[in-house]
């Protein structure tokens, strides 16, 4: 049995792989489909094809719910390699620390 991991052509960032695969596995007809079954706008997914935009976690989330392909081989499919994946912070992110429970 051949796993995602096997296929060399997934080395590549490419995330209309990814929509693609989505797409057949999950029998929809087009973008529009798959945009409602993700439950974001359109012009999401066409902004992700012409790579004005990236995939972000809550989407990639929201594509394991529907599905039920793992994160990481998600990941595989769009060409994603990294061995972890890191959100940035930005200070206005943190906690503010000046405030105490009374």
Not at 7 to 19: A, E, F
Not at 52 to 73: F, N, Y
């Amino acid at each position: 049995m051949t796993t995602l991991h096997s296929h060399d052509g997934l080395l590549n960032y490419d995330p209309n792989r990814l929509l693609d695969h989505l797409i057949d596995r999950l029998d929809l007809k087009n973008d529009a489909a798959l945009a409602r079954l993700l439950e974001v706008a359109p012009p999401v997914i066409s902004k992700i094809r012409h790579y004005r935009l990236a995939i972000g976690a809550s989407l990639l989330i929201r594509m394991h719910e529907v599905s039920d392909i793992t994160i990481g081989d998600l990941r595989l499919l769009m060409g994603d390699r990294r061995g972890k994946f890191r959100v940035a912070f930005s200070q206005n992110d943190l906690p503010d620390m000046s405030l105490h429970a009374a």
